[in-house]
Each structure stands twice: as structure tokens, then as C-alpha cells.
């Protein structure tokens, strides 16, 4: 997959399908957007998925988003979909500024050669938030491209959306994260050390530093899936600070207990699969306390995992 990140280099060669959107957690909602989109490779079109980065509420906010996919996990994502081009524009003032009528001509019409355009029925772009489907499938005559409109989905006779998505993951509902997501909420990084206080009790653990703009759940453990290395394993994860360990910096850290697994896996990618909350974080009196409520929750997490 190629991945433009210069609004200068922003262009294709050939004809284009084009998928615009936010995409968020790649909820179920846009994984229909993006069916629709590889859909059409019989055409001979390139599939281009288009978003902007910064997105438009962080940069107006001046503020980072906090987000249920980090860029990182969307363009694995994006690349495990078929998609054959992203687009992460350079979303500053001067497209901020940018006219709608314009965005469509000048870049979806003269740079990425779109000759159908996909995106969901709430979209909006250019200046002020103005240009919406509406006019995207007005101006379709005259620059040559077809609309798909995606219609909201809906779960458990609700609409699908991030924000709903954002709403279960600060409150810790992971089992209907999933429903709306379509696959269990992950937290991504690289195997570091850590402190090993975990091996020193008997209960070592994947330390993971996860990025600084994605949206954790509740300080707590979690039951968990972790798919390293090729392999899936069953594991708990623990979400927080620590309390209960005494260190100069608290960083936010994503520890994991693998169930008997014993391999050096420093260094490797990890995905953490957070299936469901078992316990907030807690600050125990000492190391002995926390082992025998570690040692509680490892055991009825083979319970739950239904493993001996």
C-alpha cells in the first residue's frame, strides 16, 4: 500500500476509486464504506482511501484527539482491507480554508482522477464544514466521477459511531466496543522492559509504552487476547500507573500476563485484544497483597479464558 503524507505529492496515476472519510476505530460502519471501495478493483480502479491528519477537530481544539485507532493501527488496517493508496492530507489553515466546490475539483478531480467517489451520508469537507454529499454527487457530471452513498449502520437498533464506540471504551464496556467494531478493542506496541516486578512474584508480563494519542479504558485488568509473533495466546492485561510500585516516573503502561508462555519476545510487535474488564486498579499494601490478588485474578482468568 502507498501512503502519501505530502499534500504536494498528493496524486495517482490512472483512474480512482476514493473513499473519504474520518475513520475512526474502522468501526462496522466504515468497514461497508470500504467493502464498497475494493469492490470496484474489477474496474481497473486504484482504491484510494482519503483522510485528513491532523483531523479538522484537533487542529481547530489546538489539541491532540484521543483516538480509538491510532494512524499506525488504521494503515495496518487499511493495508489488510486491499486498499492500494492512502491519503492523509495535511489538514492546516490553508485547507481549512479551502472551498468545497474546490477540494472536489482541484483534488479529487485533477490530482486523484476519481471516477467514483464512496463515502457516508453524514460527510463533511471544505471551508467551514460546508460541502457535504449533497453537493459532492451535484458536481459528479462535471468532473466525471459516480457516487456510492453509505448509508448508517446500525447495532442493537442503534447507529454505529465512533463517538458511541469512544462512549464504551472510557466506561470500560469492551464486549460492546466489539459489537459496533466488529473485533475486540486492541492496544498495539513493541515488547519493552519493564521493571520486573511481576517476574520477582511469579506473575511476569508484556510490557507494552502505548501511543501518546490512544484512547485507553478505565485503569484496570482486563482479560485479554495477545497475537505476537504470529501466534494468539491467552492473557490478562493490566491498564495504569501502578500504584502500588514506587517509581520516580509514572508512565501509563500496558502489562500483560501471558498464559504459559515462556519465550524472550523483547523487541517483537504485540496486539492486545481487551475483551473484558475484571477489576479497576487498585493500590495494595504491599508486594504480598498484590501477588495473592494477581494470583485471584490469574486464576479466574483461566475460568473465563476456559483453559486449565
Do not use: W
Amino acid at each position: 500500500m502507498q501512503i502519501i503524507t505530502d499534500a504536494a505529492l498528493c496524486s495517482t496515476k490512472g483512474k480512482s476509486a476514493v473513499a473519504i472519510g474520518k475513520f475512526d476505530g474502522v468501526h462496522l460502519g466504515h468497514r461497508v464504506l470500504l467493502r464498497e471501495l475494493v469492490r470496484h478493483e474489477d474496474e481497473h480502479l486504484t482504491s484510494v482511501v482519503f483522510t485528513f491528519s491532523p483531523s479538522p477537530e484537533s487542529f481547530f481544539s489546538g489539541q491532540p484527539e484521543m483516538q480509538l485507532t491510532t494512524r499506525e493501527e488504521k494503515r495496518r488496517i487499511f493495508e489488510g482491507l486491499g486498499v492500494d493508496v492512502l491519503i492523509e492530507y495535511p489538514f492546516d489553515q490553508t485547507t481549512a480554508d479551502m472551498p468545497p466546490e474546490d477540494f472536489v475539483r482541484r483534488i479529487l478531480c485533477e490530482r486523484i482522477h476519481a471516477s467514483l467517489v464512496v463515502a457516508g451520508e453524514d460527510l463533511s469537507f471544505g471551508q467551514g464544514g460546508k460541502g457535504d454529499f449533497a453537493l459532492l454527487d451535484a458536481m459528479a457530471g462535471e468532473c466525471g466521477y459516480r457516487t456510492v452513498k453509505i448509508r448508517k449502520v446500525r447495532e442493537g437498533g442503534e447507529i454505529i459511531s465512533s463517538s458511541r464506540i469512544r462512549k464504551y471504551v472510557t466506561e470500560g464496556q469492551m464486549e460492546e466496543a466489539a459489537s459496533c467494531l466488529g473485533s475486540p478493542y486492541q492496544v498495539i506496541g513493541k515488547v519493552m522492559h519493564g521493571n520486573a516486578i511481576g517476574r520477582t512474584i511469579g506473575i511476569p508480563t508484556l510490557n507494552l509504552l502505548p501511543e501518546k494519542d490512544k484512547l485507553l479504558p478505565p485503569y484496570g485488568v482486563y482479560y485479554s487476547h495477545v497475537h505476537i509473533n504470529g501466534k494468539t495466546y491467552y492473557g490478562m492485561t493490566n491498564i495504569g500507573r501502578k500504584p502500588t510500585i514506587e517509581e520516580k516516573v509514572k508512565r501509563v503502561t500496558v502489562e500483560t500476563y501471558v498464559y504459559d508462555f515462556h519465550e524472550n519476545v523483547y523487541g517483537a510487535d504485540c496486539i492486545v485484544d481487551l475483551l473484558t474488564f475484571r477489576r479497576p486498579e487498585k493500590k495494595f499494601e504491599n508486594l504480598e497483597a498484590l501477588r495473592e490478588q494477581m494470583d485471584q485474578d490469574v486464576s479466574d482468568g483461566r475460568l473465563y479464558h476456559g483453559i486449565r
